[in-house]
């Protein structure tokens, strides 16, 4: 863990189903179904599942649901499965992030103003879950991560970029500097 606390709330997870559908990753009708069905099956939850839904005991939750029937026995099958593939897909990100894999942190960059020589300091552009899709259609993100103070790296990167692709593109990136120091 690269010390990154990750929020694995309830409320997190259902931003992070929006994300999925505004990003591309999942069709936008699927990923509100998601959503849904996370709304639906969960409520009611402990304190402690409501902060960390990797906590959730998602066949109990669907038990309860089914007991109220508020809806046929099919609808909330089909909400119990919805909701194990949100979790399991926002379990993998979450823990993409923790160990680093799919973000960076970054502190916010200092420029200098050309026309009047101060310093500004900008915000880095690099939680890719939280960067808006470039344009409509578009399958890639740009990240602009900062590499020293006067220099941001760029990066054009498909949404549904792999932890193999990923992995590959560390490599390439560790075997750039021609010395040490």
Same mark, same amino acid.
């Given at each position: 863990? @690269?010390?990154?606390? +990750? ?12 994300? $999925? ?7 936008? @009708?699927?990923?509100? /179904? ?6 639906? $099956?969960?409520?009611?939850? &402990?304190?402690?599942?409501?902060? !960390? ?8 939750? +669907?038990?309860?649901?089914? @007991? ?15 909701? $194990?593939? =949100? ?8 823990? !993409? ?5 799919? &973000? ?15 310093? %500004?300091?900008?915000? +880095?552009?690099?939680?890719? &879950?939280?960067?808006?899709?470039? =344009? ?8 602009? %991560?900062?590499?020293? &103070? !006067?220099?941001? /790296? ?5 949404? !549904?970029?792999?932890?193999?692709? /990923?992995?590959?593109?560390?490599? $390439?990136?560790?075997?750039?500097? %021609?010395?040490?120091?």
């Amino acid at each position: 863990m @690269n010390g990154v606390n +990750a929020d694995c709330s309830v409320a997190r997870l259902l931003e992070y189903c929006d994300e $999925l559908g505004a990003s591309g990753q999942w069709n936008k @009708n699927t990923a509100s /179904a998601m959503k849904t069905a996370c709304e639906r $099956l969960l409520v009611g939850l &402990s304190p402690d599942e409501m902060q !960390d839904v990797r906590r959730v005991d998602v066949d109990g939750v +669907a038990r309860k649901y089914t @007991n109220k029937k508020i809806a046929k026995p099919d609808t909330c099958r089909e909400y119990r499965r919805r909701v $194990l593939a =949100a979790i399991t897909k926002f379990k993998e990100h979450m823990d !993409d992030i923790e160990t680093g894999k799919a &973000s960076c942190s970054a502190s916010p960059i200092t420029e200098i103003d050309k026309s009047t020589g101060a310093e %500004i300091e900008k915000p +880095a552009r690099v939680k890719p &879950s939280h960067i808006p899709r470039e =344009a409509p259609g578009s399958k890639a993100t740009t990240l602009e %991560i900062p590499v020293r &103070s !006067d220099f941001k /790296a760029q990066l054009v990167l498909p949404y !549904d970029l792999t932890p193999s692709e /990923a992995k590959r593109l560390c490599k $390439l990136i560790e075997a750039l500097p %021609i010395s040490e120091g």
